[in-house]
């Protein structure tokens, strides 16, 4: 009902998105992450007074450098892997199963992460414009939640659509915040922002170390503004043709928006001197907005509404990646098959809710406070960035070594991610310095975050590593135990005995007869359960008077649990007979209305249950359906005796 | 695990009850119920002040005749009806199908007032002698009626054991306080009730007609000292032999011990100015113990602990009442037939639940108030009375005529509840006498109490009586639709097509596949459903590659639901050949443990739901036993070409 009519799968190529919406559906993540990226970065100088937060420009340049060259190192990966190189895909090809797994679980982690402290973030500034929402933080993004999964489930195209706008709505009233700051400092009347007159702490003389401490501490949370850059590289067959081409041309468009931006933000914030604070509320994004534009303008209003609504879409990076990669590991066998399968809608919906109920989960969890959740999100980023591109130096290794070998020379030079030597050389450089600086940043993250809350990040990817393993060992033994042999294919049961349950000698019995003794098997015994002794006996009377074709055979329910004698009954047929299938045909009212269902015993159902683990059996459901007449009977008409021509 | 271990059929014999542990099992109803009909008289009259109050003794004598006329009454049903004479068995012999209705709605009816109303009546007997217990009396009484279901759900004979203890004690008990009582009035020092200086409502002078309508009332209000009369004379099956007389002799035992307690407590609550107090707490009879023995001496508190315990365990005649009305009702298709049979332990396991469920419900609903709760309790109780006197009336009169008649005189002179003639006339005449009693009392107590609760009880009634009678009407239209005639015994069906759902090339399918060969169909199809197209592909090129001897049909899912076009299909195959029975076998993994059920695709499930509502197909459920090695695929060893004779 919510999710829209059910979309022919040959409305997947239709989906495909050209370079503006791609932007605006894979770029809200990188580009949004502007919104909290400056604001990490004071929160920790601040610690250091007035000394450290100078050199806030310098930790924002260092963060913009390591951008340029993450967004460098995946553009090569765009043009390598056409088909979509998500550090899932590149490590496995390059680096083997432990990587790709660790990648994998990384992926994950940061996924759920992206979609929790997005809408978090958006929360917030939604409670930057109205504070009075403030006390509903949690249930705002709970339901924020719950909207972009019924979005997502209803596809991508549409979710495309809805998401142009607010992206560029906020990078182009972030730009015009630049240019409006530009035109008041020029004519002299740069505001300050309301936090400007705060006290700062007075840490005293801060020694060089502890102020390189705080500086390290304050790049690792800068890092924040490189989340999501990957989700190009991993969505390039999304893209419209020439494929490989658009999406680094959007990745590098990407990185000039976020570079722009980030910059601005930094340098405006710490020129009207704002401060962040503890529980972000209100935001240093909305603080300069506020000082700039006039806390009540329409135009504030505007930028609040633009944040939270590119923040919010931001997560939406997450709804494209996460269920595309659960559906990739679930191809090869790490996850649970179901979610390898498309739903109604084109979309993998298993992996689109298990994503949702994840994140709600940590922002319940976390009482949707932004600066402890955001501790949780760097860690997975970088460790699939460093992956991704230590994978991406070995793949160009590979095809280097490979064109050298004259056999294969020729087949390869035009062959993927090919090109001229050359090219292949500069486009493993740029990676090898990805690969480096994103490996190092990996361990400074990783050391000053893993006890303000990272741990858990890092335990869920162990995890799920370890359970990713552990699913891939037991379908690799399913796949080995149940291959078919040449001889198996050409095999039938050694002997088919037919057992057909009886209670009464009505035309459900009967049908479930008849259908037994039509399929002409090695044995046949209709089974009665005798619960009630009379009832019994009636049968029995009846059976023989009636003349019923087939023995009847009277099972002792002497502890009136009509399921154990049957199941022994079974069992002693096995024994007697190993070989011997034995079909168990169960009589079954189909009823029309649900409570009719409640006037029926549901034996049919418990038999059905009990005899599904008793080796050896098989079960046919023969249903009666009631209320519809003649169509209720199937397959009447055929005397026995006289096979009538005319049917069929 | 707290039920107890199944018991065998054969036991049944050895649940019968000798005559003391009968009464106790059976008469702890009516027994019990001076406990609180005393103080029902007098909360009715202290409203006429000190002369409506006089007219207590009077109002108990009525009370009393009339008791012993009905326990007169029934004696003649124990005689007459030795398996067992409840309203509902002598009605619908008697005054047929509504009459019978009625009795059996309004016993239903009555046996969850009973367990309501002594459970809390129990209950009201510990609060007064530990009135902190108070707040908690829902809670309490909550938790006796989980125990009494756990203790039924058990079995009676263990039941009957435990019962007679409390019994017993509480008629000496209650003996004993009057004995002591005679000995303190002799001694002149008879002491007062703790309520007797309370101040007594003061209305003036009375009129005589309010007076009478007081009396009335009280009356009626007495009358819950006859609920439960009726109970032995559905038990008599129960009884050692001989039945009848036993039954008989343990009845007129109750109304001797009932007579008496009742008159003597009624005779002590007016010699000590006892008043009862409208929420019933402490109780009339508790004030006369407090008084007689002591207010903290231990034989009080022995004498409140055997009134609780016998009040609890009166619900217990309702515990075997209901499930047993139940099973039959169920047995003549007036109610679901799940409610016929016997559990593990020998007891009709969803009777009892239901009769629980139903009765903590009415506690809950009514803050465990016993003064609201009684007033729905008499109705129910007197429309079964009246009902079954009458039909006892008519009886007699059936049996008196067929007497008459020569040809069946000498058959039927030493039949069922004969007798001499003489002798039945007398018993027409008890049951015409206590017909008419009841039937007077019935419209008295509907008159006086269908303001003040009663309708709920009549309401349920009515209920009851269209859904059994609706019951019935649906169990007639389908044990007609379902009648097989003697042509269809002999049917086979016209045609038989088998369709494999087949999704890989491995052994639970083409162990399907084998079955379904084996089978010889008219028509034979393995069907994949293409939702992959890549694994489709992988399919029909492994499938042709190793000459598996069915061709392979592909269903296009463009929607990517599978089920909908195996209906179709399965749709089109019927509409192609109307008659023809199409088997579908679908390959099923059975794991070991339930999370490997995760690792599977549910699609089997799902089929097997949607399937069972399409008519003409039969599903075969062909399991492939997981992790048991050779084990999991059955059948093997046959070749197709060249049977072995070794087999079998």
Chains 1, 2 share one sequence.
């Not at 090809?93 to 982690?109: F, I, K, Q, R």
Request: proline content about 5%; aromatic content about 8%.
């Amino acid at each position: 009902m919510f999710v829209g009519r059910p979309l022919h799968s040959d409305r997947m190529e239709g989906t495909l998105l050209p370079k503006r919406v791609a932007l605006a559906v894979f770029c809200s993540d990188p580009i949004s992450s502007v919104a909290y990226a400056t604001e990490q970065i004071l929160l920790v100088l601040a610690a250091g007074g007035l000394a450290a937060l100078a050199t806030a420009p310098w930790v924002a340049l260092a963060v913009i450098l390591l951008l340029v060259t993450v967004v460098a190192s995946y553009r090569q990966t765009c043009y390598a892997y056409p088909n979509g190189g998500g550090a899932y895909v590149v490590s496995r090809e390059n680096l083997g199963e432990a990587a790709s797994l660790a990648a994998a679980a990384a992926l994950l982690v940061d996924y759920v992460m992206t979609v929790a402290v997005s809408v978090t973030s958006g929360v917030v500034a939604v409670t930057s414009a109205i504070p009075a929402l403030s006390p509903h933080a949690v249930i705002i993004a709970v339901g924020l939640i719950l909207l972009l999964t019924v979005a997502n489930l209803r596809g991508t195209r549409e979710s495309g659509r809805v998401f142009a706008v607010p992206t560029y709505a906020f990078v182009g009233l972030t730009l015009l915040m630049f240019v409006w700051a530009g035109v008041q400092a020029f004519t002299g009347g740069l505001p300050e922002a309301v936090t400007a007159a705060d006290p700062l702490p007075q840490p005293g003389q801060l020694t060089s170390l502890a102020l390189l401490i705080l500086v390290v501490r304050a790049f690792a949370s800068g890092c924040t503004a490189l989340t999501g850059v990957e989700a190009i590289s991993n969505g390039v067959p999304s893209f419209e043709r020439p494929k490989a081409r658009n999406a680094a041309t959007t990745l590098a468009m990407m990185g000039v928006i976020a570079v722009v931006l980030f910059g601005g933000i930094t340098v405006l914030a710490v020129a009207l001197h704002a401060q962040a604070l503890p529980d972000g509320n209100p935001s240093v994004i909305s603080q300069i907005a506020a000082a700039v534009f006039g806390g009540s303008s329409v135009v504030f209003y505007l930028f609040q509404a633009a944040t939270a609504a590119i923040l919010i879409l931001a997560a939406n990076t997450a709804f494209n990646g996460f269920p595309g990669l659960a559906s990739i590991l679930a191809r090869d066998s790490y996850l649970p098959r179901q979610l390898h399968n498309r739903g109604d809608r084109l979309v993998f919906s298993n992996g689109v809710v298990l994503l949702a109920a994840a994140a709600a989960a940590l922002i319940i969890g976390f009482d949707a406070n932004i600066d402890r959740l955001i501790q949780l999100y760097i860690v997975g980023v970088f460790t699939s960035f460093t992956l991704s591109q230590f994978g991406m130096v070995k793949h160009w290794q590979t095809l280097l070594r490979r064109q050298r070998d004259p056999a294969v020379a020729q087949t390869e030079v035009a062959g993927i991610g090919g090109g001229s030597r050359r090219s292949m050389r500069r486009a493993q450089t740029i990676n090898a310095i990805g690969a480096v600086f994103t490996a190092v940043v990996l361990v400074v993250v990783f050391a000053t975050k893993v006890t303000h809350g990272a741990w858990i990040a890092v335990a869920a990817m162990i995890v799920l590593f370890l359970t990713m393993r552990a699913i891939n060992r037991y379908y690799t033994r399913v796949t080995i135990e149940v291959a078919a042999d040449d001889e198996e294919l050409q095999t039938l049961p050694s002997r088919v005995h037919a057992l057909v349950l009886v209670s009464r000698l009505h035309r459900p019995a009967m049908q479930a007869l008849a259908l037994a003794r039509g399929m002409r098997p090695d044995g046949i015994s209709a089974v009665t359960l005798a619960v009630d002794a009379d009832e019994t006996h009636l049968l029995r009377q009846e059976w023989e008077s009636r003349g019923v074709p087939v023995q009847l055979t009277m099972l002792e329910a002497p502890y009136r649990d009509p399921i154990r004698p049957l199941i022994n009954y079974v069992k002693d047929l096995r024994r007697a007979n190993p070989r011997t299938v034995i079909m168990v045909f169960i009589p079954e009212y189909v009823v029309t209305h649900w409570w009719q269902q409640l006037l029926h015993n549901q034996s049919a159902l418990r038999f059905k249950a009990r005899l599904l683990f008793t080796p050896g059996v098989v079960v046919v459901s023969v249903p009666y359906h009631l209320g519809v007449g003649e169509e209720g009977w199937m397959g009447r008409r055929r005397r026995e005796v006289e096979p009538e021509t005319e049917t069929m």
